[in-house]
């Protein structure tokens, strides 16, 4: 099992920036894909990105593409989420998240969750 933990929300206004972290421990970081989800508040938890095990492969969910970067540094053991230009539907609880396998497929590939950051971005 690996544990996750996440950083970096807080407050921000509309068009702004910020910068997420998860740092990781546990089982080995660098061989397994990472991913970001978040949940507004009345909605169902969605996918925003995820990144190979190696970070060479980058996925993202259509409202965010453009806006948001996901990285990793496999030395540190930590994923990150740049994300840009953000908007008052950016809203919500940001979740890291680890996959049993090297490559982003889908969603169920994510069996380990970090406790979650707040973001809110004001108009």
């Known amino acids: 099992q690996v544990q996750l933990v996440e950083s970096g929300g807080g407050l921000v206004q509309a068009g702004g920036s910020l910068r997420l972290s998860c740092a990781a421990s546990?089982?080995?970081?660098?061989?397994?894909?990472m991913g970001w989800f978040r949940q507004a508040p009345g909605k169902e938890r969605e996918f925003v990105a995820a990144?190979?095990?190696?970070?060479?492969?980058?996925y993202y969910s259509s409202s965010v593409k453009g806006r948001f970067t996901i990285s990793r540094d496999n030395a540190k053991n930590t994923v990150y989420l740049q994300m840009n230009s953000l908007k008052p539907g950016d809203t919500a609880v940001y979740y890291c998240?680890?996959?049993?396998?090297?490559?982003?497929?889908?969603?169920?590939?994510?069996?380990?969750w970090g406790q979650g950051t707040q973001v809110t971005v004001s108009s």
């Open positions: 998240a680890a996959s049993d396998k090297n490559y982003y497929t889908g969603p169920a590939d994510f069996g380990s």
């Open positions: 546990g089982r080995t970081f660098s061989t397994n894909a």
């Open positions: 990144i190979s095990w190696s970070g060479l492969s980058t």
